[in-house]
């Protein structure tokens, strides 16, 4: 079952998705099974606790104060197919092998002058995870603010091989 081993990209099958996933799954086919997940509800990333394969389905859930969520995955060709039940679901799901990123810093990456993000005054270079209907953003005082229910945001530029900067400040939970 060592097919399951390594890191998956997840794509939600349903309209207009939200939300991000991610798993990393190492030890696949002996008593040392781990994961790393990054997915509903939290949006951090959680070891996985109870991990296992069972039948050639790899499952494992989650609980929080708003009830159990159920995960299972199957492997079908090169892809995972699984779903999710429970509070918020079902929801379908189909995992993408994570590109194998070979770059090494071999000494010949170069600083270049900064590349601003985020303007200040409005959502230009910005889009949402799904869709660019309803952000769930505003902008006050040069400060990029949540409405509450925000959809993830993702730059339109494209990079790679970078340095990031980034500000932030969390609300104390009400």
């Known amino acids: ?7 998956w990209d997840i794509a939600l099958l349903k309209d ?7 798993i990393e799954v190492s030890g696949a086919g002996t008593s040392a099974i ?34 159990v969520r159920e ?5 079908m ?18 995992g993408y092998r994570s590109p194998n990123i070979r770059d090494r810093d071999d000494a010949t990456w170069l600083k270049s002058a900064p590349t601003t993000l985020f303007n200040g005054k409005d959502l230009t270079g910005w889009t949402g995870l799904g869709s660019a209907d309803n952000l769930g953003w505003t902008v006050e005082n040069n400060t990029l603010k949540s409405t509450g229910h925000a959809k993830n945001l993702i ?14 400040n969390v609300a104390e939970p009400q």
């Open 1 to 7: 079952m060592s097919i399951f081993n390594g890191q």
């Open 16 to 22: 207009s998705p939200v939300n991000a996933w991610w």
């Open 34 to 67: 781990k994961g790393k997940f990054v997915g509903f509800p939290t949006g951090g990333l959680d070891d996985i606790k109870d991990l296992k394969i069972t039948d050639h389905q790899l499952t494992w859930s989650y609980e929080n104060k708003d009830g």
């Open 71 to 75: 995960y299972t995955a199957k492997i």
């Open 77 to 94: 060709g090169a892809l995972l197919q699984g779903k999710m039940t429970g509070h918020g679901g079902p929801i379908d799901f189909t």
């Open 155 to 168: 730059t339109t530029g494209k990079y790679w091989n970078f340095l990031l900067h980034v500000e932030y």
